[in-house]
């Protein structure tokens, strides 16, 4: 099980690192007390096994029971092994134009605590051994968010391709376009297995259907070129910070063409190790034009 303890200043990027693990497949809780953080363990057997990567943050947010931080630690060591502390720091400086420009308030700032410069300056403290026990410190002051994305992709993942999740759906425009696609391509340009009468009941899913969808040349050419243009795309997404790409592949009805090519697209991807996920909206609606 993959296990990380995302903590750090106040306005340093926690909230940015903890969507950034949640989009790369890891089982993300903010705000958590640090005497909590054994009963986490407890996930991977309470989900069957399902969730093996979690990140928590834990943070100056506890007050008083950050305090507990370290002794926490030692308790995790006990259920949890080779578990990783990320800590995210920025210059007080930073800070204190980060909070100026927003409307957040310091979680420390209030009570004792009269300025901002102030709250800074005590949850520095206050987090000073969680830093030294730190697996990562990360410091964000120059950090452009999609800066810290990058690292953290390249850090808590071993392809950089998984960071992204890709939704290859096949749709008929008779039923209307998916209002949730990033790219939409039109099949309906190749010859349509609806007309073969004894292929007409079957989907893109079987092979009858599929071998005869690509035994055309011009079938062949296309569905290259898509992956072609895919390759060609993907990494630029990446690049710009996209998680999800759904990509939409339309013919007449969504039982056919559409079918077959969602799914030979989705083989590629798959073999170029992204993660996809392939979905028909239309493939079991009355088959009639």
Not at 23 to 52: E, M, Y
Not at 79 to 94: P, R
Not at 179 to 200: G, H, I, M, Q, S
Not at 236 to 245: A, D, H, I, R
Request: charged share 25%; glycine share 8%.
């Amino acid at each position: 099980m993959e296990f990380i303890i995302v903590t750090g200043m106040s306005g340093a990027g926690k909230s940015k690192a903890i969507d950034v693990l949640e989009d790369i497949g890891f089982f993300c809780v903010d705000n958590v007390p640090p005497q909590l953080l054994g009963r986490f363990a407890d996930l991977q057997k309470l989900s069957g096994g399902t969730i093996n990567k979690i990140a928590v943050v834990v943070d100056a947010r506890g007050r008083e029971m950050f305090r507990d931080f370290l002794s926490s630690l030692r308790s995790l060591n006990e259920t949890v092994e080779g578990y990783k502390i990320l800590f995210l720091d920025a210059s007080d400086g930073v800070l204190l134009k980060r909070y100026k420009e927003g409307r957040r308030k310091h979680p420390l700032l209030g009570g004792d605590t009269l300025t901002l410069q102030e709250a800074i300056a005590a949850e520095r403290e206050l987090l000073h051994e969680a830093r030294q026990r730190a697996d990562y410190v990360v410091d964000t002051s120059l950090m452009a968010p999609s800066q810290l994305r990058e690292y953290l992709i390249g850090t808590f993942l071993q392809s950089t391709h998984q960071a992204m999740l890709v939704r290859c759906m096949s749709f008929g425009f008779k039923n209307g376009l998916p209002a949730e696609a990033d790219l939409v391509f039109d099949v309906r340009c190749l010859p349509n297995p609806f007309y073969v009468p004894e292929l007409k009941e079957h989907t893109g899913l079987e092979a009858p259907v599929r071998d005869y969808v690509f035994q055309w040349p011009q079938s062949q050419q296309l569905a290259q070129r898509l992956c072609d243009l895919l390759d060609f795309l993907i990494p630029l997404y990446l690049k710009e910070g996209k998680s999800q790409l759904v990509v939409a592949i339309g013919c007449t009805g969504g039982r056919h063409r559409s079918v077959a090519f969602a799914e030979r697209l989705s083989g590629h991807l798959q073999k170029k190790g992204l993660r996809v996920v392939t979905s028909h909206r239309d493939k079991d609606k009355p088959n009639q034009y």
